[in-house]
DNA sequence: TCGAAATCGAACCAATGAGTTCGATTGTTG
DNA sequence: CAACAATCGAACTCATTGGTTCGATTTCGA
């Protein structure tokens, strides 16, 4: 046993899950249970990593007994993905309605870009991609679906934008699906790489991004804005 | 303990003889064989990573009988660490050199950030930012190490020629250092995160590095350039 | 209150893997 | 050739871990 572990009993709460409105009688899944089990699953992980991780210690975290997480899962690789599925479901789920459509496009651009920007940089968000190139080279797919999954959503919200912007006469792209993927990825210079390689152990103040992100918009603008929005020259 | 450095007279004498012939005797460290023990454990390692790497993997590997190998090396994690900062060296040597003098600050610009982002992209970097973020939480510093490591490098030249540019009255610039940085990043926009997370699965064309590092250069110059050498004006 | 289903928990199993031991082998030096 | 050091290689130790088993215990509907 690693005696690293803290004695956290204190787990044991969870297991009043009684709290939730009594489900008659559940065969193999009973949500709460599955959800108690993810939790400690993910703590975990998140901690140790795939490899490192033990099961042991899952189901201590957890408050479960071995037995019953192995009812629920077939093994840890199943968990393992569960684990990292309802996390990417938790982190990408609302990104769209980020998109507010109203005021300038540099506002518009300028806030979603941030908000990306917050996400993208934030501990669930770096240790998801932690935790999907630990086991790259035997599961590749996971680690595409990471940046797949994000992309996709904040792509696509972001392309229905420039479309109607496009339509309006205000912005000039030919593929408005390529210049939203530039523009997020534009959006994360210098502040995802250093974050994912622990180089900034904390998220980037809202200063730091906002003076990325305006690089980025400003750039963005420039290349695919008409005359009205260009440089609003500031000073 | 294993017989390190200790004062032992015919032993070192010995291994002092070993100057100019090619191969005399050697204590418990002959570089040769030394080379060999980390070739075989970089292929394991990048192929499996850390932890799923087995030493008797590697032994296999390197054609290195098990013992010998821990004549060389105190366990896996030394031998992990040697690896890597051998891999480290090989990639980031040379960087300096690619800052060529002559041209235009565009040109210069464009050919040192396109060399820079075809080697960050390589099979080489990419796994090892792999084997490091596998790692990452047991070993941080071993991901920092990575991340300033070629940054270091790059963005010390980098800083240099626009320095110079700037005494030169071409560029102005508050603090170069920040600028370089800012440079490099911007480069990577739209190529490394794909590849990081296997999304790619071979480096980025010769085309497409030029159009990133070409939209770089452009923002770039459109910040930092005075009037000369602002927009190129196409027409 | 009864009984079936779900869960607990602790022992158990098989496999794996890091690191060690030690006698056999090889190659170098004198 | 003889002495010797480095290496080989295969067996071995020991700890860990994923996963299983099974009887004891709890839960909850009827």
Redesign the pocket.
Known sequence: ??SKDSGDDANAAA?AS?ASP?????????PA?REQILDGAERVFTRDGF???????ITREA??????????FA???ELFEAALARRQDLIFNDIQSWLATDGTEEDVLMSYGCSLVQLLCSDLVIQAHHLVIGVISRKPELARMIYRGGRERGVMALKEYLDARVAEGVLEIGDTHLAAGQFIELCLTGTFRARLLAYHDSPPSEEEVRFFVGAAVEMFLKCYGTEDNQPPKPD
């Open positions: 046993m690693t297991k009684s009594a489900n008659r009688r559940a065969a193999g899944q009973d249970k490899d490192t991780a033990s099961m042991n210690d408050g479960v007994s071995k037995s019953t997480i192995y009812v629920y093994d840890k690789e």
